[in-house]
């Protein structure tokens, strides 16, 4: 839509020209060099095209001169694509995988702070180890469970939880590893 | 030794003869160990003009270019360049100064995020955080410039890390275990190539600056002479191709010739070399060559299937996927009658719509005379370099390059003062040859600076300014788009580039006749030193053909 016209443009108009998300969350493992920056590079590549960045987390690998990011974002299925072959020509990006949710295994740990006083206390206790989770502070008037697992696991706890007086609630975003022997 | 004159040591083992740069507070160590270096030092006006100037020796010679630039502003006046450099594939290395670490992140004095700032716009950039990694980290930046999609790589210095006391070993490997492009194109794709290309009956070439960046302008013409394919070029892949071959359709895209995007709305089969199907290309995109499959040859495969779908995609260098592609297509030994329906076609294009323009009655310089003329007066032999606008577009057209590397232009960035600077690094980087620039009234004065480093540097460019009095280009889309209501398009007779000329140490000339106009034009190029012409020309004449924005290449106009 160049200026090739001087006829005003309606907003529906420009609506329609932003682009269509299919909303697939889609979750990227990236193994970059570890060196300055190239967490600033990914994310501006990202942010060019207008993807929303959901979740990101950077960590160590076994190998200490590579460093794993992973990334979930929504987009459509042909720019992410476009993405991904752009995130392949920063010098210091090794290796890129868009991880299939079937063949893969994935983790995130959340905290969450409740109000617990009186008979809630215990109901939240019972309702923790249901979850696998643990109790990571106790005060007198609330307490912090610690909860991993898949994003929905994480979600429906907080719905759980969220009645008793969620004070606030903290996830590290998702990591996630390839199923069976192969490397990620 | 220092980590400067390390640095001048790196300089010398990558072959840099010359630099273009400017110093200041932040580089002072660096400009000491130039001081005796024994390398070239071309001191610009203005660092845009030294990161332009790097850009036309490289795009001139092949060669990677070199800018340098201090802390702050010196760093800021080097983003053009910098994008420039990256939209066109150029490479060129950029070492900016920076100000001591202690510093950094303080708001100090002439402080800027250089790295931050370029990160958008560089194909890679080091911030130096050791004196012992400047030699390492300087070959990286020379081999990721030169290799792969050429670009420019950026490494930014403090000061104090450049004083640094480092034993200096010469560097003979780089590891970089994320970067490495592919070269060989897959074989089994190139045969499918081959196989397609044998059995098009309306086949066309469509090549691209990455033709020239891969120095594959032999094989592209021993492949379309084997099959006796039409060709066009982009913008960027002029002299890719020669311009007298009876296959040459003549450019494609918004002001390419009628014939050329007819054959490309008709073709059955584009081979596209090095070309990134740019919106003004293909013009409305989704009525691009509508009957058309795509073989894509590209050594960035993020290019492969940006804008176009690829049918037979192949990543690596140009240069050795045409000579293999040769090979496969001579093997399959193809009728050429089968495309004699598809030339007699392309002729009757031709024929009806030839590139013309209406001549003048009187004396007046019709622009597209002018480029006709430049062309008489220089055997077609010189390097031409063209600023951006209409100019730009007539020079495309009319001037009808033969050879790689003499059409030097900024084309994906479109860079309005790109042509003195760029022009001053080729005439540097090719001593022996005659550099023409030709710009506008508008652009020429964006790096007009320059022509006193030329005078001082005895750089001879010849600069053509075709002058029209308006920013012609953005006149004639508010004429014919805007209803022709010119707002701040018009430049009036300002300044007098006759008396700029001189002050600034040129020759400074004014042509206005017709009638003289090409023996003027040789009495210009004879004239030693650098040489200022202030070309009078039609005030209101328009581009054509033209594709308007937004219509498909079959509507073009004019
Ligand atoms: C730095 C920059 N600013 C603005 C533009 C937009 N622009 C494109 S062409 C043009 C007019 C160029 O005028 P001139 O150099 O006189 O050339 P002409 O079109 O008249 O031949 C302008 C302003 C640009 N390309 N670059």
């Known amino acids: 839509m160049e200026a090739g016209t001087n006829a005003p443009l309606s907003l529906e108009e420009l609506d329609a020209a932003v682009g269509l998300r299919t909303g697939r969350t889609h979750v990227l493992s990236i193994l970059v060099e570890n060196r300055p920056g190239v967490l600033t590079r990914i994310a501006g590549l990202f ?10 987390t950077v960590g160590p690998t076994a190998d200490e001169s590579f460093s794993r990011v992973t990334l979930t974002v929504d987009g459509a299925v042909d720019p992410i694509d476009q993405v ?101 | 030794m220092r980590a400067v004159d390390a640095l001048m040591e790196c300089l010398k083992a990558e072959g840099v003869e010359v630099v273009f740069g400017l110093p200041g507070g932040a580089n002072l160590p660096t400009y000491d160990a130039f001081y005796d270096a024994g390398i070239r030092h071309v001191l610009v006006r203005h660092e845009a003009g030294g990161g332009h100037a790097a850009e036309g020796y490289a795009k001139a010679t092949g060669k990677v270019g070199v800018a340098v630039a201090t802390s702050g502003p010196g760093a800021t006046n080097l983003v ?32 800027a995020d250089t790295i931050g700032i370029t990160m958008p716009i560089v194909k890679h950039s080091y911030m130096i955080q050791h004196p012992l990694e400047l030699p390492r980290v300087l070959h990286e930046a020379f081999h990721i410039a030169r290799t792969g999609r050429p670009g420019p790589v950026l490494v930014d210095l403090p000061t104090d890390l450049s004083r640094g006391e480092i034993p200096y070993e010469p560097v003979t490997e780089t590891s970089l275990p994320g970067y490495q492009p592919t070269i060989e194109g897959n074989h089994k794709q190139i045969r499918q190539a081959a196989k397609a290309l044998a059995a098009a009956r309306r086949p066309v070439i469509y090549a691209g600056g990455g033709v ?3 120095n594959a302008a032999a094989e592209l013409t021993a492949v379309a002479d084997a099959g006796h394919f039409p060709v066009t070029c982009t913008l960027m892949g002029l002299g890719g191709f020669p311009a007298s071959s009876p296959q040459w359709l003549g450019m494609l895209g918004m002001h390419g010739t009628r014939t050329a995007n007819y054959a490309m709305d008709g073709a059955d089969l584009i081979c596209a070399v090095g070309a990134r199907f740019d919106d003004r290309i293909t013009g409305k995109i989704s009525e691009f060559a509508p009957h058309a499959k795509f073989i894509h040859i590209d050594i960035d495969p993020a290019e492969i299937s940006k804008n176009v779908p690829a049918h037979i995609p192949i990543v690596g260098d140009a240069k050795r996927i045409l000579a293999r592609l040769l090979d496969e297509y001579r093997a399959l030994e193809a009728d050429p009658s089968r495309l004699d329906a598809w030339w007699a076609q392309i002729q009757q294009w031709r024929e009806e719509f030839p590139l013309r323009y ?90 007009i600076q320059e022509l006193a480093t030329c005078a001082q540097n005895e750089i001879p460019v010849k600069v053509f300014i075709m002058n029209n009095g308006y920013l012609g280009m953005v006149r004639q889309w508010q004429e014919l788009f805007w209803d022709r209501r010119y707002s701040q398009v018009e430049t009036g007779q300002f300044p007098d580039f006759v008396k700029l000329a001189e002050a600034c140490g040129c020759t400074g000339l004014r042509f206005e006749d017709k009638t003289t106009l090409l023996e003027d034009m040789r009495r210009a190029i004879a004239t030693p030193g650098p040489v200022v012409v202030d070309v009078r020309v039609t005030r209101e004449e328009n581009t054509y053909p033209m594709i308007a924005p937004g219509s498909p290449a079959r509507e073009m106009v004019g």
């Not at chain 1, 706890?157 to 996830?171: A, C, D, K, N, T």
């Not at chain 2, 066109?88 to 004095?109: A, I, K, M, N, Y």
């Open chain 2, 80 to 111: 053009t360049p910098i994008t420039d450099a990256l939209m066109d594939s150029v490479p060129v290395v950029f070492l900016t100064g920076q100000v001591r670490t202690e510093l950094l992140g303080t708001d100090g004095f002439q402080e």
């Open chain 2, 358 to 447: 209406a001549d003048s009655a009187d004396n007046e310089i019709k622009p597209q005379f002018m480029i006709e003329a430049l062309h008489e007066a220089t055997g077609g032999e010189a390097i031409v370099v063209s600023d951006v606008g209409q100019h730009q577009m007539w020079t495309a057209q009319y001037y009808g390059f033969e050879k790689p590397r003499r059409w030097i232009n900024s084309g994906g960035l479109g860079t309005m003062g790109f042509g003195l600077p760029a022009a001053m690094g080729a005439q540097v980087g090719c001593p022996e040859d005659l550099v023409c620039v030709i710009s506008g009234d508008g652009s020429i004065q964006m790096n």
């Open chain 1, 47 to 56: 942010a060019r095209r207008g993807f929303n960045i959901e979740t990101l």
């Open chain 2, 212 to 214: 020239i960046n891969a």
């Open chain 1, 84 to 184: 991904t072959k752009q995130l392949h020509k920063l010098v210091n990006v090794i290796k890129i995988r868009d991880l299939e949710p079937d063949t893969t295994v994935q983790r995130e740990l959340a905290l969450f702070k409740v109000a617990a006083e009186g008979a809630a206390r215990s109901e939240l206790l019972e309702l923790c180890e249901v979850f696998r989770g643990r109790v990571v502070d106790f005060t007198k008037r609330s307490v912090v469970l610690e909860v991993t697992g898949a994003k929905r696991k994480i979600e429906a706890f907080e719905q759980i939880v969220r009645p008793y007086g969620l004070i606030e609630m903290m996830r590290t975003g998702e990591i996630a590893m390839s199923r069976g022997r192969a490397e990620t």
